[in-house]
């Protein structure tokens, strides 16, 4: 079965420096990964995902992913982190059992920026 | 991607009682989910809705507890049926647009407390 993990229940940055919120998969197959952000008292939104091709993936508010197969890993990361970006994020996969996409999330990483 | 409303935003519901969540879409959407996420966790999937047949439950998840219906390609409801307050939760409902990348979209979430 599909899976990942967060190892990490919360993450304390400062603000200014750059931060790495972690995540790791087991898959059968190709991977299709995915990071999430969900701010308070609000839904998901999605920030990137990784599918095929280069392994640093760009997606939104500056945030980038690195696919490291070798690992099985996909950290998200962002060079110079903001008190803006204090939430909670969520790793996940895509399992096509039954041949639904359904997304399995991780635990979820609670990322504080300090001022 | 796409604008997706939930109703109601949140409720406070007497236990043994019975709520219905709307899920409207912007565009016509290949695929609709609905997730749940208890009180500092995960969100875990309860069920796929199907335009024109039954929904597909996952595992822990029964039709009769969580009937879910999808009569277009843009709505959804899920109701939460003679519910107790381990029901107490945040339910999404999510969508992958045709033709899309894989990705999926949440709605802000319904906020439920049964006492």
């Known amino acids: 079965a599909q899976s990942v993990a967060q190892p990490e229940d919360q993450v304390n940055v400062a603000e200014g420096n750059p931060l790495t919120v972690k995540c790791t998969y087991s898959?059968?197959?190709?991977?299709?990964l995915f990071w999430y952000v969900q701010y308070p008292n609000r839904g998901l939104q999605f920030l990137l995902k990784?599918?095929?091709?280069?392994?640093l993936v760009k997606g939104s508010y500056g945030f980038e992913a690195e696919f490291n197969k070798s690992q099985t890993s996909f950290h998200l990361k962002k060079p110079s982190a903001l008190v803006s970006d204090s939430a909670l994020y969520f790793c996940?996969?895509?399992?096509?059992?039954?041949?639904?996409?359904?997304?399995?999330f991780g635990a979820g990483t609670r990322l504080a920026v300090h001022p | 991607s796409a604008v997706i409303s939930q109703k109601p935003s949140r409720d406070i519901c007497q236990r043994g009682t019975s709520l219905t969540i709307q899920c409207q879409v912007d565009?016509?959407?290949?695929?609709m989910f609905w997730y749940r996420q208890q009180p500092g966790q995960s969100l875990t999937l309860i069920a796929t809705?199907?335009?024109?047949?039954?929904?597909?439950?996952e595992s822990g998840f029964v039709i009769d507890k969580f009937p879910i219906s999808r009569p277009n390609l843009t709505f959804s409801t899920l109701t939460v049926s003679n519910m107790s307050p381990e029901d107490s939760s945040i339910y999404l409902c999510?969508?992958?647009?045709?033709?899309?990348?894989?990705?999926?979209?949440f709605g802000p979430g319904t906020r439920l407390t049964v006492l």
């Open positions: 990784y599918i095929t091709g280069d392994n």
């Open positions: 996940a996969v895509r399992d096509e059992a039954g041949g639904y996409n359904k997304l399995i």
């Open positions: 565009s016509q959407v290949t695929m």
């Open positions: 809705a199907n335009q024109g047949s039954e929904a597909t439950y």
């Open positions: 999510s969508v992958q647009l045709a033709g899309g990348m894989n990705e999926q979209f």
């Open positions: 898959v059968s197959g190709n991977p299709y």
